[in-house]
């Protein structure tokens, strides 16, 4: 199977033998209908008058199999026309692509993809290869599984299969060998070399009735996958979130109140009773906390919950029940369609209970980026913020809080973190043109650092920006292939200079230090654990402080660990109050928009 073969299929004759089988439909159903008239057999009743209708039962039964078997060729043709016209208009693109290169592209049957030029040339148009091949190669496996399938239906049929079972009708007949035929839904790509591009051809290769079965039948295999996109995603994820919910509320009910706890067990005293009643309550009732934040996260208006899911706005990208977390991830605007986006990894102590606020502050950051865009003549772009609480951060309520002194939490959410931002590339209508930041709170920061450094290539991530931080900890680069080196400047986060920032708010005790009764206390990251104090870092270096921004706006500064995301309220002047975001907020969304190089100086640093 080849990029030829594909060529070759023909899906008019397959359309037409599809709207012959119908009428071959009608020719059965009238000889079904004659044999049903001609075996009551009217007058005649003796033993062999009953043996002729008993003929003439299994001749109709027969005839009602040639009806299932005309219904399984049909749906076969149809939904083999629908596949491959997709493979087809998919590969017309690819051509497209190749040819408007100028002849330094060229595409092979096979899917490979090879380049002529200067290095330079070659250099250039490497990316764009790469991205043409994987998307070919697809093509042909998507082929190959769709010609596989034929094959697999068609033997059923030519050797009597494909029966009509219980049907006593053409039509029933018919559409009980429909049930038994069409495409299967082919499994993602996947092992260690699998990139979330690959999983985008793969998907990109599917019909939509393809897509549509996937997503019916096994929304397992998308749910979390980096390279589907997210509106497929958030479908797949939001029933699963209502099942763990209903799940976790009736877990909760069904569990026995305290005074009838303690009346199972005389031998214990109230405090005892107590303290092992909380103890099995702990868990049950946190699932459901965790479960109606998502939820809440996800509404329209959480204080009306009957109206339902924001699925125009928000999209589920991830929701994964864990062991320790229950994780989700939950962009505000659609990410696969905006010019711009950002993904905000928070820091330790955050649980699903937080994504409703999370949420907030990333709605809040999305309208800040849109409103900028228009103030500085862009008012069609559009824009994406992505809550991403995708892993297990250390938690001062358990031993966890160790995880703190060390990279493992950090690396290991760092290593998904690194595959979701390939994810936002992929399934991106500008692909790698997309304006994409990567924000990290507190050891979000540290999160993010290592995501970026996994990365190991420029093109993914644009801007970065850590706030609260205790440090970047290691690159991947050894010294002398033994000593681990710190993250010290862009080139280790792999973005270009000038487009890593910095932001340490006064009395932050993780970052900046604070003052106890007139005593300096040095921060968390002067500690050294994480490396160095990004304070320290040859970065951007923007304000925290109180200022009016270049829009005119009268911002707050942000004091402590937790207000750089966060608004404040001023007078609307009518009587109510509105939000504006502070300093911070704002330089997070002149980052976020792009805006960062703008010759008017947007930016507001030290």
Not at 86 to 99: D, G, H, K, M, Y
Not at 577 to 590: D, Q
Request: charged residues 20%.
């Amino acid at each position: 199977m080849n990029l030829g073969d594909i060529d070759e299929w023909n899906v008019g004759a397959l359309r037409s033998i599809s709207a012959e089988l119908t009428s071959e439909l009608r020719t059965v159903t009238e000889v079904a209908d004659e044999l049903e008239k001609v075996s009551a057999l009217p007058g005649w009743d003796s033993p062999a008058a009953d043996a002729a209708r008993g003929r003439i039962a299994s001749v109709r039964g027969n005839v009602l199999d040639d009806a299932a078997a005309l219904g399984a060729v049909q749906q076969l043709a149809e939904e083999t026309a629908a596949a491959v016209s997709t493979l087809q208009s998919r590969l017309a693109e690819l051509r497209a692509l190749v040819a408007g290169q100028d002849g330094h592209l060229s595409l092979s049957p096979d899917g490979e993809v090879s380049i002529t030029g200067t290095p330079e040339q070659v250099k250039k148009l490497q990316q764009l290869a790469d991205d043409i091949e994987t998307q070919a190669k697809a093509l042909i496996t998507q082929a190959r599984d769709i010609d596989d399938d034929c094959a697999e239906v068609l033997g059923h049929v030519v050797n009597g299969e494909v029966r009509a079972g219980g049907a006593t009708d053409t039509a029933a007949a018919f559409k009980a060998g429909e049930d038994q035929s069409g495409l299967s839904a082919p499994y993602p790509p996947t092992g260690p070399q699998t990139e979330p591009k690959d999983v985008t051809a793969w998907w990109d290769a599917l019909s939509g009735e393809e897509q549509g079965r996937v997503l019916a039948e096994h929304p397992d295999w998308i749910a979390g996958r980096d390279g589907v996109p997210a509106p497929y995603r958030s479908a797949a994820n939001l029933p699963a979130l209502d099942r763990e919910l209903a799940a976790a509320e009736s877990d909760l009910a069904a569990a026995p109140t305290f005074q009838e706890y303690f009346g199972r067990h005389p031998e214990w005293d109230t405090a005892t009773a107590r303290m092992t009643y909380d103890a099995m309550m702990a868990p049950k009732i946190g699932r459901a906390d965790n479960a109606r934040a998502i939820r809440d996260s996800m509404l329209i208006d959480p204080k009306n919950p009957a109206l339902g899911y924001d699925k125009q706005n928000k999209f589920l990208m991830l929701f994964q029940p864990g062991e320790h977390e229950m994780n989700a991830v939950v962009a505000v605007g659609n990410p696969d369609e905006a010019d711009c986006v950002t993904v905000t990894t928070p820091g330790m102590n955050t649980h699903a209970t937080s994504l409703p606020t999370m949420v907030g502050e990333a709605t809040a950051l999305r309208d800040e980026m849109h409103n900028q865009l228009s103030l500085n003549g862009q008012p069609d772009q559009k824009v994406s913020a992505i809550a991403w609480f995708g892993y297990d951060p250390p938690d001062t309520a358990d031993l966890s809080v160790l995880g703190a002194l060390g990279e493992d939490r950090a690396n290991a959410g760092g290593h998904d973190l690194a595959n979701f931002y390939r994810g936002i590339n992929a399934t991106n209508v500008h692909g790698s043109g997309v304006e994409l930041s990567a924000f990290g709170h507190s050891y979000g920061s540290t999160t993010t650092a290592q995501a970026l450094n996994e990365l190991g290539e420029k093109g993914v991530v644009d801007n970065a920006v850590f706030y609260g931080s205790p440090g970047l900890g290691h690159a991947n680069d050894k010294l002398l292939g033994v000593f681990g080196t710190y993250i010290n400047d862009e080139s280790d986060l792999f973005v270009d200079d000038g487009h890593a920032f910095v932001m340490s708010a006064h009395n932050d005790p993780v970052s900046e230090g604070y003052d106890w009764h007139g005593l300096p206390i040095p921060s968390l990251a002067d500690a050294g654990l994480h490396g160095p104090n990004t304070n320290s870092l040859p970065f951007e270096h923007l304000s925290t402080a109180a200022t009016t921004t270049p829009d005119g706006v009268y911002r707050e500064q942000a004091v402590g660990h937790s207000e750089y995301p966060r608004p404040f309220e001023v007078p609307a002047g009518d009587g109510t109050t509105r939000e504006v975001l502070r300093t911070t907020g704002y330089n997070l969304a002149i980052v976020g928009a792009g805006l960062a190089d703008d010759p008017k100086g947007l930016l507001v640093r030290e």
